[in-house]
T-cell receptor, first 114, second 112 residues
Framework: NAGVTQTPKFRVLKTGQSMTLLCAQDMNHEYMYWYRQDPGMGLRLIHYSVGEGTTAKGEVPDGYNVSRLKKQNFLLGLESAAPSQTSVYFC?????????????FGPGTRLTVL | AQSVTQPDIHITVSEGASLELRCNYSYGATPYLFWYVQSPGQGLQLLLKYFSGDTLVQGIKGFEAEFKRSQSSFNLRKPSVHWSDAAEYFCAVGAGNNDMRFGAGTRLTVKP
């Protein structure tokens, strides 16, 4: 049982390049989330999904797209990377969307955009 | 919208000493409050959470937190810190998992 895994762990992009971050969970969770973590700002929610085929915007969605084609996977895409998207990205999953449903976090992806 | 303030960016304590990390929140309704810990290179792990009832909440790894409505606070405590507690600690408030607001974090250093 691997929990929540993220690929890749590190990535360096040039401005304007695109990339996709992959999150996978093996806990059969319905809900999945993408956060970014910036120094002095804690975690902020980018997008989330309440089930296969459904996604919704979080607090800071601009510049990102997501897809949830399979229940176990949640992809975060950057179509045209910008230096402001340099951050550490965390994926999380939970059984449900209530506050009582514990979120389980992946180890993170450190992205640098030059 | 709800918000969380963690006044201390960095705290250093000696191993064996007691610890208190501060958290103040702003929320219009009864808050759901959380403390997470992030070890270096790792994701966040839930330490404890408060929804209702007893205002003193026990968590994992010997941590506890006390909800004080009158002070809008949810401070995290541990009676005796271990070197392995060195990490970053985040307080969060939210009514649901897609509605969470995290504080900026407090980095804990433990001196031998």
């Amino acid at each position: 049982n691997a929990g929540v895994t993220q690929t890749p762990k590190f990535r360096v992009l040039k401005t304007g390049q695109s990339m996709t971050l992959l999150c996978a969970q093996d806990m059969n969770h319905e809900y999945m989330y993408w956060y970014r973590q910036d120094p002095g700002m804690g975690l902020r929610l980018i997008h989330y999904s309440v089930g296969e085929g459904t996604t919704a915007k979080g607090e800071v969605p601009d510049g990102y797209n997501v897809s949830r084609l399979k229940k176990q996977n949640f992809l975060l895409g950057l179509e045209s990377a910008a230096p402001s998207q340099t951050s550490v990205y965390f994926c999380a999953s939970s059984y449900g969307g209530r506050a009582t449903d514990t979120q389980y976090f992946g180890p993170g992806t450190r992205l640098t955009v030059l | 919208a709800q918000s969380v303030t963690q006044p201390d960016i960095h705290i250093t304590v000696s191993e064996g000493a007691s610890l208190e990390l501060r958290c103040n929140y702003s929320y219009g309704a009864t808050p759901y409050l959380f403390w997470y810990v992030q070890s270096p290179g790792q994701g966040l792990q839930l330490l404890l959470k408060y929804f209702s009832g007893d205002t003193l909440v026990q968590g994992i790894k010997g941590f506890e937190a006390e909800f004080k409505r009158s002070q809008s606070s949810f401070n995290l405590r541990k009676p005796s810190v271990h070197w392995s507690d060195a990490a970053e600690y985040f307080c969060a408030v939210g009514a649901g998992n897609n509605d969470m607001r995290f504080g900026a974090g407090t980095r804990l250093t433990v001196k031998p």
